[in-house]
């Protein structure tokens, strides 16, 4: 199969199986299917990225679809987040599902918008067209929404009509520019269809109007970064990502925020090749992604509830991610490589908070005591991947991190690099605090320890054992992935 | 032609007005509604040539959706909740009203600094365009009810579209049709969210949506 016919299967599969879960009439049914759908959803997308790595840039449909080295490295990272969440879905809502508080209505309903937004999100990598990628990120914003309240309570409702107005006002800034975009392709003379595909207005680059463009760059990032959870643009964050479900919650924020940062890298090379590579679209993510880092580490500092503190986490590293972008050269391929160690990481620590808070009753952190006793695996992966997630060595976050602040300082960035260490710093002591708390603080009450099986094992412990391994050595081909889809983001050569 | 055009934009000014001084939600649904008509029939006042039955096919979805659909769907989520009144806004009715203002002068002032390039035959329309989208998201940030920020969300997405018509010469049918679409499932996916919240709370008053903090 060639790369060429396998990517408009990619939308379309995932549509059908949704469609095929809303008519299933058993809750356990619902969410088994939804692993399998995803799981061989995941297959073709995989294959389909590996042929694209190995022979290049695919395109079809009339260069409405696209798929190059950028785009599929973060299909992979998409298809790890939702692989390792839909089997974790069969772990967190067993009881749920088995004492009728998930009914098979609404289990069909989660796997719907499951694979709703599974396509949604598809659709934003595979696109060539802007405009395309903006129906996607949009989509997904509609089709997560009601993922957030499986469970009609109050919190979930209000996080919810958050999540869902901000978002979409946020996007809809975005298309103001990229209509803006779609303007400055006057004196390149594009027109119709042309002036929004990618690979065209790549090649004309040189040509288009830079005024309009950077006007354009501006509200693309301030649209998809409130989608993205850039700071001041993060309210929604938090409280989406504290009151959804653990499995919804892990895709939010190992991917979600993703899919949106992916599109303000796709016009980043754009600008920057009409403004002659001064770099004046790569600070503009140097200030953002800076401001992100420093205030997510002020709100994890007096923060009190576990789920809340892994959202503000993601804040930080989505702000990583974008300084690393915005530095450029080998900061690019730090960034996507940092990407990669997120996308594995956070997920597990939301599964091990989810589980946990199950156990508990509470996310509240000052609750949550002796956890490593209390629920060995969720407990001691918690503890492992928030260490990991704060960038203790040898963990590949570590190396990600520190291969970010290198090229800070090779360019000379001096204060960047101090702030960036400053934010790293604050977070490290904060989360570090509440981890002693958690594992040793004495308990009030003791319980006896929860039983768990070796399938919970494995789905939290492989992960975090890749994420160990990344730390110390990271393969050939990985690095030949990471450089080739910098050098997409015009970063290395 | 332009005469027509003129009349239409001018028609989304004063609906904007309407919707700043208007309390009842059921009135500001009504004069969306309007505003979604005029702006379905803006493309067909201006300059198209040959794109004649695509640009009419598009402003017929748009007129249906905007003018038919997208009402009836906020007014079913109106009559489950009790609510028929905006009470007490953080901006008054006169100082919105005084606001609008403001952001027509301002839309006028910010054309003539950009001079983008326009392809339409007026040059109202990119002030409109600007002047809706204020409108629009200042309706969401100055109203209470869930209901007048959905309001508020579809005269920014009138004023975007405005703003896509003067600067883009011909989108692609594919591309229109997904945004509609997005649009579409946006504003049903809130009309569904605004009758939970009030199932849950008992109101549709958004700013007393304030639990989660920090």
Known sequence: MSAENTLPILILAPLIFGGISLLLRSARGALRFCAAGTLATAALAGITAYNVLRGGPAETANGWLMLDALSAQHLLAMITVFCLSSLYALIYFREEAADGRLTPKMAGRYGGLWFGSLAAMMLVLVSNSLGMMWVGVEASTLMTAFLICIHASPGALEAMWKYLLMCSVGVAVAFTGILLVAAATGPAGLHGMDALLWTTLMEAASRLNPMMLKAGFIFIVIGYGTKAGLAPLHNWLPDAHSQAPAPVSAVFSGFLLNAALYCILRCLPLVEAATGNEGWGRSILVIFGLLSILVAAAFIVMQRDVKRLLAYSSVEHIGIMALGAGIGGAGAAAALFHLINHSICKPIAFFCAGRIGQIYGTHDLPGLTMIIRRAPVWGAGLIISLLALVGVAPFSVFLSEFLVLKAAVDHSLYVVAALFLLGLGVVFIAVLRHIIAMAWKPAEQQAGPVKFSLPEALLIFIPLAIVLLLGMWIPGPLLKILSRAAQVLGGLS | ?214
């Not at chain 2, 009203?97 to 301002?106: A, D, E, T, W």
Request: aromatic share 10%.
């Open chain 2, 1 to 214: 032609m332009i005469i027509l055009l003129d009349t239409l934009l001018v028609t989304l000014i004063l609906t904007g007005f309407l919707l700043l001084g208007s309390s009842r939600l059921g009135a500001s649904i009504r004069i969306s509604a309007l505003q979604g008509i005029m702006t379905g029939l803006l493309p067909l006042a201006l300059e198209h040539g040959d794109l004649f039955s695509y640009v009419s096919l598009l402003g017929v979805a748009v007129i249906g959706l905007k003018g038919y659909v997208f009402p009836r769907l906020l007014f079913s989520a109106l009559r489950e909740s009790d609510t028929s009144r905006e009470v007490q806004p953080f901006v008054g009715y006169m100082a919105s009203l005084f606001f609008g203002i403001l952001f027509l002068m301002g839309s006028f002032w910010l054309d003539t600094r950009l001079n983008l390039p326009v392809h339409s035959g007026s040059d109202l329309l990119v002030p409109v365009a600007f002047s809706l989208m204020s409108c629009g998201l200042f309706l969401i940030v100055a109203r209470r009810t869930a209901m007048s920020q959905v309001i508020g969300y579809l005269v920014l997405e009138n004023g975007i579209y405005c703003f896509g018509l003067a600067v883009v010469s011909g989108m692609p049918l594919l591309l229109e049709l997904g945004v509609l679409m997005d649009i579409f499932v946006a504003v049903f996916v809130m009309g569904i969210a605004i009758y939970h919240i009030n199932r849950e709370f008992d109101h549709i008053d958004a700013d007393r949506l304030s639990a989660l903090k920090g």
